[in-house]
């Protein structure tokens, strides 16, 4: 089956560096996906890894390694707005996203 | 970038009601889009797939005869909640796949349904 695997809530201290991560079985591999999502509002798009390596904007970057399935997606600077949860999906072979059930982040002052 | 609009935001009905939601793409063409459902605290949920022109593909354990799904053009898909419970209370998001950015879907803002 497919699975889509991320931690389910991370704390972390206004200013400082966080990384989520997110390991993925999925048929078939047509990129993967950072969102954003603040409470009770869709996902905003946030970054799309197609290749292994570091994808970097701003204070966002995303890594990617396909042989082992395996994402992270990596905030500095942290900032009180940045409190959301953090979707990670997968496209498949079919072109259909799977996703993950989200990483709650806590940022505290 | 590419923008989704999808309407209502959010909608209170009575039960045993019907409540269609729009969700349109306004500056790309969209053959393909997708219905999904959240629950709080939960991840998105695809309930359904709309392809322009043709009948919608359902994934299992989605009721296709209360969740109606129109896709009669290539800017707009409608979800019609048939005959609504309480227990379809729940948030309703689309997204759109530009067919010209095969890599990116572009999410709608939302409908907040509560069925009372």
């Known amino acids: 089956g497919q699975n889509i695997d991320q931690p389910t809530e991370m704390t972390a201290t206004e200013g400082a560096i966080v990384q989520i991560n997110c390991t993925y079985q999925?048929?078939?591999?047509?990129?993967l996906f950072w969102y954003q999502q603040h409470a009770g509002e869709a996902p905003t798009f946030l970054s799309y890894?197609?290749l292994d390596g570091l994808e970097e904007k701003g204070r966002f970057s995303s890594f990617l390694s396909r042989s082992k399935g395996y994402s992270y997606l990596l905030l500095k600077e942290l900032q009180m707005k940045d409190s959301a949860s953090y979707l990670c999906a997968v496209m498949d072979s079919n072109y259909q996203l799977i996703w993950g059930a989200g990483t709650k982040l806590i940022i505290k002052p | 970038g590419a923008v989704v609009s999808q309407h209502p935001s959010w909608v209170i009905c009575k039960s045993g009601t019907s409540v269609k939601i729009e969700c349109r793409s306004l500056?790309?063409?969209?053959?393909?889009m997708f219905w999904y459902r959240q629950f709080p605290k939960q991840s998105l949920m695809l309930m359904a797939t709309?392809?322009?022109?043709?009948?919608?593909?359902?994934e299992q354990g989605v009721e296709k005869d209360k969740f109606l799904i129109n896709h009669a053009s290539l800017t707009l898909s409608t979800l019609t909640v048939t005959s609504a419970h309480p227990e379809d209370s729940s948030f309703y998001i689309c997204?759109?796949?530009?067919?010209?950015?095969?890599?990116?879907?572009?999410f709608g803002q939302g409908t907040r349904l509560t069925v009372v």
């Open positions: 997204s759109a796949r530009d067919e010209g950015r095969e890599t990116e879907a572009f």
């Open positions: 999925t048929s078939g591999f047509n990129g």
């Open positions: 500056d790309f063409q969209a053959t393909t």
């Open positions: 709309s392809n322009e022109g043709s009948k919608a593909t359902y």
């Open positions: 890894n197609v």
